[in-house]
């Protein structure tokens, strides 16, 4: 079945540095693509999002990239600070289906 | 903003009770879901409602039902809990397409005895 995959359970890096999260699809037939941030005790918040005509969205110190021929994306965080500190999820969808299909999170620690 | 809220952030029940989980959404969104999340599982599709009074069953509807009286108000019930639905409970909703962006709640914790 389709699914979605986080390559790291768990990220460090030291504050200021930028972040790379990736996660990998394995349905080609993806074309839309999200990531949440979930900080602990909460709901997952939506950072953003990219559909599968777009190669590259970028956000507010956020930057995510898509790779439709290795079935790939990143999410990119600028400058990474302590409040960046969560566990990020990515999720894909395709055509018309409701269903979104999520990875299983990357937890990012943000070192001093 | 979008707001979703619901009702409880805690809660403890025992064997056997029914359960009821509500979820609001404060911006006239026409889909809404309910998920549980579960460690090294991620976040799995129990029901979702694309118009009052209409439900379809997510991945995992065994133990649960539905209810869409209004459109700003999806419950989550659980007839009779079990352990094993002691989980995170999340609730989301979405605009119109059900390939909108969905805005999540801050989710129930629930723990069953």
């Known amino acids: 079945g389709e699914s979605v995959g986080l390559h790291l359970p768990t990220l460090s890096v030291q504050e200021g540095d930028n972040s790379i999260i990736n996660c990998a699809y394995s349905n080609s037939a993806s074309d839309y693509f999200i990531w949440y941030k979930q900080e602990s005790g909460k709901g997952p918040q939506f ?10 969205r970028q956000g507010q110190r956020v930057t995510v990239l898509l790779n439709k021929t290795v079935k790939h994306l990143s999410l990119q965080i600028a400058a990474t600070q302590p409040g960046d500190s969560a566990v ?7 055509g018309s289906s409701y269903k979104l299909i999520f990875g299983s999170g990357t937890r990012l620690l943000v070192r001093p | 903003d979008v707001k979703v809220t619901q009702s409880s952030r805690y809660l403890v029940k025992r064997t056997g009770e029914k359960v009821f989980l509500e979820c609001v959404q404060d911006m006239d969104h026409e889909n809404m879901f309910w998920y549980r999340q579960d460690p090294g599982l991620g976040l799995r599709l129990i029901y979702f409602s694309y118009d009052v009074k209409m439900k379809e069953k997510g991945d995992i509807p065994e133990g649960y039902s539905v209810s869409r009286e209004k459109k700003e108000r999806f419950s989550l019930i659980l007839e009779s809990a079990s352990t094993n639905q002691t989980s995170m409970y999340l609730c989301a909703s979405s605009l119109r397409s059900l390939t909108d962006t969905q805005y999540f709640g801050p989710g129930t914790r629930l723990t069953v005895l």
Do not use: P
């Open chain 1, 88 to 94: 990020y999820f990515c999720a894909a969808a395709w």
């Open chain 1, 47 to 56: 950072i953003i999002d990219i559909r599968s005509n777009m190669d590259k």
